[in-house]
């Protein structure tokens, strides 16, 4: 498998700060925010810092708490979401429902699931399903700047960390990883640095994904699904059957993302 390197993920919400890949091909390190960082390594490092390790490490919300929640058997599911930026069925224990869906936000977005992408496609599955078929869940993980250069490392362990938690408490759930921009990367730590296995992965959804058109490890290709608008600086290749343009426009896919859930979960 190819490493990350660390201008794929450098996707602010509306702006380019990487380099041209060709060119960053020929780097050992690369500059930025001011810092030099080792451009083929798992886990980028500032030079003459100690990196930070997430093995077994507790993953935490941005606001210090711990990420996961407490895993007692529970049947019979609803999902609690309705609207807005948040939405926490797993840490809050909602029960156990066909299709569990964790969503990690792009940069700089508020509550765990963001405004752009993650709401809009809960509420067509929401529409679609009824919040007896659904578990919905967001990343609590900063989704801040400097987390680009991380290439979804700050996310990765928090969505690990509520996958095992789901599959343990519901084991027969289909589960989706899904992720927006930066969240994107987050789904790809997930699976490819974080030793989720593929195969407990029934689909993943990704928009505007600085690794557009890169596997989201092995989980199989017809069960993947990336998103880019044309217009959108990040992903750059337009592709998905986005309808919008430019990186802020994935509202417009939520139709789209629901139907290939639907559709590949079988739910």
């Not at 299709?99 to 936000?105: G, K, W, Y």
Request: proline residues 5%; contains cysteine; neutral net charge.
């Amino acid at each position: 498998m190819k490493l990350l390197t660390v201008s794929a993920c450098l996707a602010l919400a509306t702006t380019v700060l990487a380099l041209p890949a060709d060119e960053l091909e020929k780097r050992a390190t690369c500059t930025i925010f001011g810092f030099t960082y080792t451009c083929f390594s798992s886990t980028p490092t500032a030079t003459g810092t100690t990196p930070t390790t997430t093995t077994g490490a507790t993953p935490t919300t941005s606001s210090g708490a711990t990420a996961t929640a407490t895993t007692a058997p529970s049947t019979g599911g609803r999902s609690t979401y309705s609207s807005g930026s948040t939405a926490r069925d797993i840490e809050n224990n909602s029960g156990c429902t066909e299709l569990t869906v964790i969503f990690a936000r792009g940069t700089t977005e508020g509550g765990n699931i963001g405004s752009i992408a993650g709401p809009p496609m809960f509420r067509q599955l929401l529409s679609d399903l009824g919040a007896s078929s659904l578990t919905l869940q967001g990343v609590n993980y900063p989704a801040d700047a400097a987390g680009n250069a991380n290439c979804g490392a700050a996310g990765g362990p928090n969505m690990k960390s509520l996958a095992d938690t789901i599959l343990a408490r519901c084991p027969n759930t289909k589960l989706v990883l899904s992720g927006y921009s930066q969240g994107a990367c987050v789904v790809h730590n997930t699976v490819e640095q974080q030793g989720l296995s593929a195969s407990k992965v029934a689909a993943t959804v990704v928009f505007g994904d600085p690794f557009n058109g890169r596997s989201v490890g092995t989980v199989p290709a017809n069960r993947q699904l990336s998103i880019c608008a044309t217009g959108d600086g990040i992903c750059r290749t337009p592709s998905g059957g986005a309808s919008g343009t430019g990186h802020l426009s994935y509202g417009q896919d939520a139709q789209t993302a629901a139907s290939f859930i639907e559709r590949t979960t079988g739910v």
